[in-house]
């Protein structure tokens, strides 16, 4: 069979430097699709690895020894997680070590996967044979019973029977059920000191005993790893924190570069796509979002708003046409959607990733799979053909069509052959083609009377790999200006020709006239296009108003006694599309090289820039904000000849200044906010401005640590309930108020809590969970936006908040934040959907139980029902019973928890 031939060919010649599915497709006489196809299978039977990269990769999976495979293994995650390096080592040697070990503290900020990397290591050790194919990793946070020591020893260390009322049976402790494993301590500074004293024997001779015992002591082989976000030295006993013989700091999400965040997301990808059980297509807009928005909660917030957005698209399918699943930028949380639309400085780091760069990417829910979808190749032709059906479907003529086109290819000739990387030509190019490609370089040099640069051949070698495979494929080459290229350059026509002859002795291959005229272009790229004579930065001002853009520009050319700037008005009733249009046909003319500086002022103009790169290859930068101050400042940079990186960076500085001076002049008074830009607020309401509430302010704000900037602490002295409900309505228009603190109760569907609530264990767990699901219900409020069609967002959100709070007491569970958003959306979408009145619900015919639990759940839903006057159907009801049931068989209810727990 062909899979056979290639997985052999694989085995015999990958060696260290791999083999791309061209090479191999090349060396067996198949066609590279084919191959590709069977690589991937390969891979997916675990007999094939492969590593991303332009072009890809592939290695035999399979060596001689199981230990060469588990450290090829390691030593391909260690390659695309490099930051990860000196951890990994770290850790590699705190468990080969004799006899049975290290103790290892893990380190590092809220969110950076300290629980993934130490699972992680548990599977490398039963790989390596370090540990038993059967070792157990048995998770325990340490937050759990944090104020009872008794319990703790209990649940550590097991009891015995009679041990303390209600003990009924021997029961085994965490140490035991992890024999021969890892017992993992997570948040270990949540352990209070008596909990640390009670591992001492343990961690130093593997002797514990049971509570209840006193006589018999017991042995354990038990590796212990530990994890804290916290400073070790103020948290942890000197006499604890000693017995950790290993410490590793696990580095930021910020810190690690983009290839191991694009790792990431891919990884999470694939999770949600084994999860779904459907590949997942992403937008490479979204990829492009989630590499550059800033990530506060490191990976585990990366992983969470993954999450999201794959749940905003699956709820959209749901609601409208169910089959592969697609995620758009319109599923993502708002802040990474405005972080991508606001911040344009990732341009370069982008384009150091091949794989962003694709209309989409598909996700296919097996370890490290990524496919390109059909269409996505980035070629001339495929950017021709693509470009052609969409002109066709927005109503062009024929001419306008041809006109496009010419702007796209002059944009392609611009990228190949100002983007080149002459060192890795051998590996995106066959032998052949770049013999082939030799051959046509020679012949050219001595029949034109320029030679051509490295430039030429390289855009040149990959083109004729492009062209020969169409033609092979019986797929058709046509020039939109055919015509116009060979009346324009005839010599290099005429070569072009003799090139084609020689195409077809050394291949068998008959490229058609039209292919002639594409290289005639290459050859003439260098006397057009490839003089880097010093050029001034082009200046373009674009703002919304008849006039604004225009005003502004005049008076900064009246002052500089100077006409630069191109200005371009944008009025409310003109389309940003046809803006655009007049900004291209403006630059189409200019010099390949040159560079565009964007001002403008909000919106969609911000893209402007990206459309300019793209379609015509420049070289581009967006500065988002327009005073006339800008563009004196940028006008007189670009006379001076100087970069447009100076340029920008320049007006920065300006900008800057002005933001320094304007905070300093409304110190004074701070104006109303806007509902969407409201900060959260923690009300504190006292009798008095006296010691206690002081006490309450600081102690909220340690609770609040995690928040700092995003949720603001305001006391007041209020004595009367309808004084704090006056205020209460008056503060409202300008804050979300997020939880009130009181000693008097107030009337108000604010989350409220008496003051010496807040210093009990339980009155402290309540206010964190209530902060954090309020964040999390912002981001919920942002996304229902794009599925729900048919009641009122807001009110269905609030109902449901209220209707979350009652389930969450009768079925005794507590709401994790990807349970909230199942369960919220889950319950928005039912109320939608039976909402819309062209969906009728069918006639229920059900045994339906008759326990309390699902009893009191119907009561609570008459209420949503009542309020959108709608009517659910016995069998949703039902489902959203069994649902609930399942969360809380497998959701244990905590009793302790910070708000770190809960992504931002």
């Keep these: 069979m062909r899979i056979d031939e290639v997985w052999t060919l694989l085995e015999q010649e990958a060696g260290e430097q791999g083999l791309t599915a061209l090479a191999i497709a090349n060396r067996l006489g198949y066609a590279r699709s084919n191959v590709s196809n069977d690589l991937n299978q390969l891979v997916k039977e675990g007999r094939a690895r492969k590593m991303r990269g332009k072009p890809v990769l592939y290695f035999p999976a399979v060596a001689n020894e199981k230990h060469d495979v588990d450290d090829a293994s390691l030593a391909t995650f260690l390659t695309s997680n490099r930051s990860l390096r000196k951890a990994f080592s770290q850790a590699r040697a705190a468990i080969l070590y004799p006899p049975n070990g290290m103790n290892m503290l893990i380190l590092g900020e809220a969110g950076v996967g300290k629980s993934m990397f130490v699972e992680m290591l548990h599977c490398w050790g039963k790989k390596m044979g370090i540990l038993a194919a059967s070792a157990p990793f048995i998770v325990f946070n340490c ?48 352990l209070p000191p008596e909990g640390q004293e009670m591992f001492f024997i343990f961690m130093d001779k593997g002797l514990y005993r049971r509570l209840g015992e006193a006589e018999a002591t017991r042995t354990a082989s038990v590796r212990i790893f530990a994890a804290t976000t916290e400073d070790t030295q103020s948290q942890l006993l000197s006499t604890f924190l000693r017995r950790f013989a290993m410490s590793i700091m696990l580095p930021p999400l910020r810190e690690r570069d983009p290839h191991e965040r694009f790792q990431l997301i891919q990884t999470f990808f694939n999770i949600e796509s084994a999860t779904l059980k459907q590949h997942v297509t992403v937008s490479g807009n979204v990829l492009r979002a989630l590499l550059t928005y800033q990530c506060k909660n490191n990976v585990g917030q990366l992983k969470s708003d993954i999450r999201f957005a794959c749940a905003m698209a699956y709820a959209a399918n749901q609601s409208s046409s169910p089959g592969a699943l697609r995620v758009g930028i319109q599923h993502l949380p708002w802040y990474v959607k405005e972080d991508f639309i606001s911040d344009t400085h990732h341009r370069e780091m982008w384009s150091t990733l091949p794989a962003v760069n694709h209309k989409a990417l598909e996700f296919t829910g097996h370890e490290q799979s990524i496919i390109v979808p059909a269409g996505n190749n980035d070629t001339l032709y495929e950017r021709m053909d693509s470009r052609a059906s969409e002109l066709k479907m927005r109503g062009l003529g024929d001419q306008d069509i041809e006109k496009a086109l010419e702007r796209d290819v002059l944009a392609y000739f611009r990228q190949v052959l100002t983007n080149y990387h002459p060192a890795a030509l051998h590996n995106v190019v066959d032998l052949q083609t770049l013999t082939l490609t030799g051959q046509v370089i020679s012949l050219s040099t001595q029949k034109l009377p320029y030679p051509l640069s490295h430039k030429v051949y390289y855009g040149l070698a990959t083109h ?77 001002v674009a703002a919304h108003g008849a006039q604004v853009a225009s005003a502004m520009t005049a008076t900064a050319h009246a002052l500089l006694a100077v006409e630069y700037a191109n200005a371009f008005d944008v009025p409310l009733e003109k389309k940003t599309c046809e803006v655009m249009e007049d900004i291209i046909t403006l630059l189409e003319g200019e010099s390949a090289h040159s560079e565009v500086l964007f001002l403008v002022d909000m919106g969609s103009l911000k893209m402007f820039a990206d459309e300019v790169r ?54 004074a008074q701070c104006p109303p906010v806007q509902r969407d830009e409201m900060k959260k607020l923690v009300i504190i309401v006292c009798s008095s401005a006296g010691e206690k509430a002081v006490v309450l302010h600081h102690k909220i704000e340690s609770l609040l640590k995690d928040q700092q900037g995003q949720i603001a602490i305001k006391t007041c002295n209020l004595q009367q309930p309808d004084a704090i409900q006056e205020y209460l309505l008056g503060i409202g228009e300008q804050w979300h108020i997020a939880a009130l603190i009181s000693l008097l109760p107030v009337a108000t569907e604010i989350p409220q809590f008496a003051c010496d609530e807040l210093f ?76 819309d009145v062209t969906c009728q619900p069918e006639g229920d015919n059900l045994a339906l139980p008759e326990d309390r639990l699902f009893i009191t759940l119907q009561k609570h839903l008459a209420r949503l029902q009542q309020v959108f006057n709608v009517v659910i159907p016995q069998r949703d009801i039902l489902a959203l019973h069994e649902l609930l049931l399942r969360i809380k068989n497998s959701v244990p209810l905590v009793s302790g928890a910070t708000l770190s727990d809960a992504p931002a």
């Design 143 to 190: 937050a759990d019973y944090s104020n009872n020591p008794q319990l703790l020893l209990s649940h550590i260390f097991g009891c015995r029977k009679g041990a303390y009322t209600g003990s009924v049976e021997d029961k085994p402790g965490l140490v035991e059920q992890a024999q021969n494993g890892i017992l993992f301590l997570d948040e270990v500074h949540r």
């Design 614 to 667: 793209e379609r015509l290859g420049m070289r581009t930068r967006t500065f988002t904000y327009v005073s006339t101050m800008h563009i004196i400042d940028a006008i007189q940079g670009a006379l001076a000849g100087k970069e447009l990186d100076t340029i920008y960076q320049d007006l920065l500085v300006i900008d800057s200044e002005k933001q320094q001076d304007n905070r300093r002049n409304a110190c």
């Design 464 to 540: 004729l790999e492009n062209a020969i495979s169409r033609i092979k494929e019986n797929r058709i080459i046509r020039h939109p200006q055919l015509n116009k290229i060979r009346t324009q350059y005839p010599q290099e026509f005429n070569v072009a020709l003799d090139v084609l002859q020689l195409i077809e002795k050394m291949t068998d291959v008959r490229l058609p006239i039209d292919e002639a005229g594409f290289l005639a272009q290459f050859f003439a790229w260098e006397q057009q296009y490839g003089n880097n004579a010093k050029r001034q930065v082009k200046i373009i």
């Design 760 to 835: 009990t264990a339980s009155g402290i767990t309540r206010f964190i969970h209530c902060i954090a699901s309020q964040r999390n219900y912002f981001l919920l409020e942002d996304a229902l936006n794009s599925v729900i069609h048919h009641v009122d967002r807001q009110r269905l959100l609030s109902e449901i908040k209220k209707f979350n709070a009652q389930v969450q007491a009768l079925y005794d569970i507590h709401y994790t934040f990807n349970i909230l958003i199942g369960v919220t959306m889950h319950v928005a979408c039912l109320i939608d959907r039976i909402a």
